[in-house]
């Protein structure tokens, strides 16, 4: 890796000179009661840190973050970033989105990521003074550095856990595709396939879900399947997750649409799923949208 060669200033086409040669980056952790079944900001703290007085917007709060190498991913940089500055563990948080404030030439991505606890946060790093977990409600009143106040509006709006149900026999069975022979093999298919789309995410999801316009989102992926397809070999890493229904695939849609945090969005042409799942809080799309996406 070419570490620490995006250590320097570069002047982006608005003629505003910014800290990081190929770009900068930030990590926005927030956890909380707001993570509950609907989501909300209510009780939610998000992990800001206060810039030291000799650096550029000195004394400002914003998100741990920093300049990022040339070949290295933007995800990984502001998780490193995060590590370096404020002791963020291996582990502690899953992205959920991303915001993309691009100057031309220049950009700053700032992660939006949920945290299962409120990890101890201290000042690791010379380049700040301070780290601490702060209510939402209180963020508008600091100091901000003046980029995370300007996006603070939209940011604060996508502090909540997103989730995708997949209903897999619907989904399988709205494509002409043979499924019907091996119900294992085509149930296969179907995740092979969302496992590329769970890791890189999507630029929009449907406007039920009431959620901020993120450059992009990468919400949960749960695929609940029933009967043979149960015997298909999943291997699910990262956002991706396989529910075997016991008995009936309906009533294991419900209880996921019912138990998981945030928003949950049902994948599912089936009516009554529909109503059940709707009653249950979720939103409820037809496979057509998620088919669309692969």
């Known amino acids: 890796m070419a570490e620490l060669d995006g250590d320097s200033w570069a002047r982006c086409d608005r003629g505003h000179l910014h800290w990081g040669r190929f770009g900068a980056v930030g990590l926005l952790p927030y956890s909380g009661p707001g993570g509950g079944p609907g989501g909300g900001s209510g009780g939610v703290r998000v992990l800001l840190v206060r810039r030291n007085e000799w650096g550029q917007h000195g004394g400002t709060w914003g998100p741990p973050g920093g300049a990022r190498d040339s070949d290295e991913p933007p995800m990984a940089a502001a998780l490193r970033e995060a590590a370096e500055e404020c002791g963020l563990p291996p582990g502690g948080v899953n992205i959920g989105g991303v915001l993309r404030d691009d100057h031309g030439g220049w950009s700053y991505q700032t992660f939006v990521a949920a945290a299962d606890a409120l990890f101890p946060v201290y000042a690791a790093s010379s380049e700040i003074t301070d780290a601490a977990w702060v209510d939402v409600g209180e963020v508008a009143s600091l100091p901000l550095h003046p980029g995370f106040g300007e996006h603070w509006p939209v940011l604060s709006e996508a502090l909540v856990p997103v989730t995708i149900i997949v209903d897999v026999a619907n989904v399988m069975g709205s494509r002409a595709d043979g499924w019907w022979r091996d119900r294992a093999a085509a149930a296969l298919r179907l995740h092979d396939q969302l496992t590329p789309f769970a890791e890189r995410g999507v630029a929009g999801l449907p406007a039920a879900l009431a959620l901020p316009p993120l450059d992009r989102w990468f ?15 999943f291997d699910s890493p990262g956002h991706l997750r396989v529910v075997s229904a016991p008995g009936s695939g309906d009533d294991a849609i419900v209880g996921e649409a019912r138990a998981l945090p945030g928003r949950r969005l049902v994948v599912t042409a089936d009516r009554e799923l529909r109503r059940r799942c709707e009653s249950a809080g979720a939103s409820v799309t037809g496979p057509r949208w998620l088919l669309g996406l692969l």
């Open 219 to 233: 919400p949960d992926v749960v695929l609940v399947v029933e009967g043979a397809a149960r015997g298909a070999a």
